[in-house]
């Protein structure tokens, strides 16, 4: 019998300048059929969010994704199997909503009689699926997003969307705030803390800070999730599960991870698989009116 399971938590390398929301998992495992397992396996340990639960099913295996956080996640599930027969109940790639267990796939032996081998991984990710943002609509444009600092404070924008410096790729829609280290973060849209890092005391210029960001991200009742990075040292405010309000002030802002200066870089991002998310414009309602897009070198005033 071989029975594996190797797990990994991916740091996304599709971020240039920072670590990745809603920290992915990645796990494979490798079963044979004639294996003398139990029931049911579990691809992984009690302590993860999500994970692919094995039940054996005649000569065949039933694959279940089982979802425990309170929050949707996306998760891309391969499999591969030998000698086997796989039948989907649902996509490759698909959303899995908040503490749900769904039937993902099945593995039948195509000649009982023989040996089937079959594998299977699987990556996931905070947040739903959205469709892409080319034409630069936002996925969900009712919706007005405050400035994520405190009521009354102005910052200037470093850099906006499409920024030549590392706003490309995934960040196309992020926003960089020049603000001092030490100055208060606060929410800008209601949701879930879905993920937080505080632990660094690094950054800088180059390229090998990019994983040192300390962040916090919050996930959105329509399923996107949006970041808050660069963030103090021991800087955040909140916990993982903690419900936050438009407004409350959750982090205090600083210099981690790759920043030329002290900044808060914020996005609101939605899974495109169980590997890889994309940003999403997002409307602001300020003390200067509504804004689309904000302008580098221009300063707004958070309402
Ligand atoms: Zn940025």
Redesign the pocket.
Known sequence: MQFGVERNVVNLPVHK?YSFAGRGAFAAVLMSFLASVSAVESSRGDDEFVRVRQVRSGSGVRLFVENRALWDVTVTLKVLARNGRISRLKPETATYPARSETEAARVAADDPSKRCKWRCRFEWMVGRMRGPSRNGAPPDDKVLYRLPFAAGRSYRVA?GYNGKR??EGR?RY?V?FAMRKGTSVCVARAGVVVDLEESSKTGGSDKKFRRRSNYVCIAHDDGTVAEYHHLHYDGVLVEVGQRVEAGQRIAISGNTGYSTGPHL?FGVYSAVSGRRSQSHPVTFTTAEGIVREPVKGQTYTAK
Do not use: G, K, P, V
């Open positions: 300048s850099q590392t706003h960040d992020a960089d870089h």
